[in-house]
């Protein structure tokens, strides 16, 4: 059975090292599978875990949909994500965000693009969805050219482009026993992993255009990928211009604040932001908030955030953050530093949260 975590965790490292990616959609698959495991972590866990098909497109295209903005706005330079710079992801991406004309609409997530324009969203959706059960879900496991065994999901009826095919294998694919779990413990290991791999091959795709640009993983992976000033404005004006943690009144440098830092969970949702003094969110930086704060910012209400997101057409994600909450503590040890405060890091307290649907 291969849910021992260090075994799986080798053949994900084989994954990262097996040869020459010509494109990195191997790479946004796996971390989009990883961020669906913590979300989709089962309360038995041995327990075989279906990944929904759609939801697994839409997570890589919103990986793509920021990577693909210029890396310079005069030049309209865009990264290539394959050895040839192009490719059906780049191509229909490169559709949609010219489907939405407005500028603004390129530092947003995707969701709100999905919002302002649904039928391009739809299009991209539909034709990127049958490459990736096509290629890379069909590939990922396959390391070397001999004979290879699965070891997260069941790939042999992959690699069509059948939407009959999909759909009689209920339109996803089946995380083995125990395998959700174990990659959901894996995955704050093996996930800055995946990111540098991705790191580098853009960097060697790209060496032409780069030259010395020293920080493409910035570009990739960091804070700047999407504005947040309109969640901010609508979050000082409902909730009060306070820091959420301290409740120091931010008079200048505010700063917003991923609750779950996003470089784990990669939830830019309203119900993941909040606002922060630069103290409380420097020092909380990557550090999981201790779940007090998480549930608080979950007490703020569904209701009240999801009609707060739809007067900017920002997605709320509300479900995703609870999932992602009980994924991410169910699975850490107790000995995981959590954040209460600026100099205040303690250890998990198990006890101290809750996270079934049912409490929000
Ligand atoms: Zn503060």
Redesign the pocket.
Known sequence: MPTDPLTLGQQLVAVLEGGHRTATYKLAVMVALLDLAVESVPDDPGAAVGIDLDELTERVMALYWTQLRPLDEKQHVVLRQSNDGRGVVFDQLTALRDASTTARLRQVPIESAKLAVPKAYRTAHATIKKNLVRYPLKLLQRIGTGPYDSFLYDDSWLGTDSTRVIAAHGNRIELFPGVCHTLARLAPLVKPAFQLAWVDDVRRMNREILGDEPDIAAHLFGTERVSLARPAEVLADHFGND??????TLRTGRHDDHVLPWSRVGIDGLTNLVL??R???TSKSDLLPAPAHVTRALDRGRDVLDSLAETIRWPSQFDRVVAAYHGLYATQPSTTPTWFA?RRIEPLQRGDFRWTDAEF
């Open positions: 820091c959420f943690y301290c409740n120091a922060a003094c103290s409380c969110n600026p």
